[in-house]
């Protein structure tokens, strides 16, 4: 079992690209989130998702960002036009009977 | 507003120390994590209490809950160099109608330093 795996682990990104995070849940995990954690800052909570489902995006920026876990494949958190301010770590988790389990993250770095 | 809040926020102690951390948190909860957080790297999962029980062990890890005034503490016994991270609390809800999924609120963190 390799756990949560994220990538890239890091990405650098100029203002105005795009960037996207990719995260691959747990074998037999159905429920995936997204946090983000700006430097010397706990965790914030983003997007829940479920296969092909958007359960609650609360957390998620209202422009620029969106999340998605289809079908086949991993979940995806997109980051359109990224800003200096976007420049953070991303983990994802997966869980099934609420234990959570954590992925290594992606470092984003807006220049 | 930020639900678990750890204090202090930064703890150095010597070799061999016992280390306390505290969270504060605000509204109720189904139960309460403990994460530890190496620099530059992912969280890993270290106790989870529920919101029915008071302590619970886990080798060099003691945790309480008074759900009653809302808090908990971590202590880690017999500190060693490799215990220098940080540490997070974070409560949890669930997602309801969704069976086994819940919402983690992160504190800010406690950095613990400790010193050979």
């Known amino acids: 079992n390799a756990g949560v795996m994220q990538n890239p682990r890091h990405l650098v990104r100029r203002r105005g690209q795009e960037a996207r995070l990719r995260c691959s849940p747990m074998k037999g995990h159905s429920h995936v989130y997204w946090y983000r954690q700006l430097p010397e800052e706990g965790l914030k909570f983003m997007v829940y998702?479920?296969?092909?489902?958007?359960?609650?995006e609360s957390g998620m920026p209202k422009e620029r960002f969106s999340a998605e876990f289809p079908k086949e494949g991993p979940s995806i958190l997109r980051i359109q036009q990224v800003v200096r301010g976007d420049s953070a770590a991303y983990f994802c988790a997966s869980s099934r009977n609420y234990g959570y389990t954590f992925g290594s993250g992606t470092r984003l770095t807006v220049v | 507003s930020q639900q678990g809040e750890e204090d202090p926020q930064a703890l150095s102690i010597q070799e061999g120390e016992n280390a306390t951390m505290n969270c504060s948190y605000k509204?109720?909860?189904?139960?309460l994590q403990w994460y530890r957080q190496n620099s530059g790297r992912g969280l890993v999962h270290l106790i989870l209490i529920r919101s029915n029980e008071r302590e619970k062990h886990s080798g060099r890890l003691r945790v309480t809950l008074d759900t009653s005034k809302k808090s908990s503490s971590l202590l880690i016994t017999a500190s060693r160099a490799a215990d220098t991270a940080s540490y997070f609390c974070a409560t949890a809800n669930p997602f309801f109608g969704f069976q086994g999924a819940q919402k983690l609120v992160f504190g800010q963190g406690t950095r613990l330093t400790i010193n050979p």
């Open positions: 509204t109720s909860i189904n139960n």
């Open positions: 998702l479920q296969k092909e489902n958007i359960i609650d």
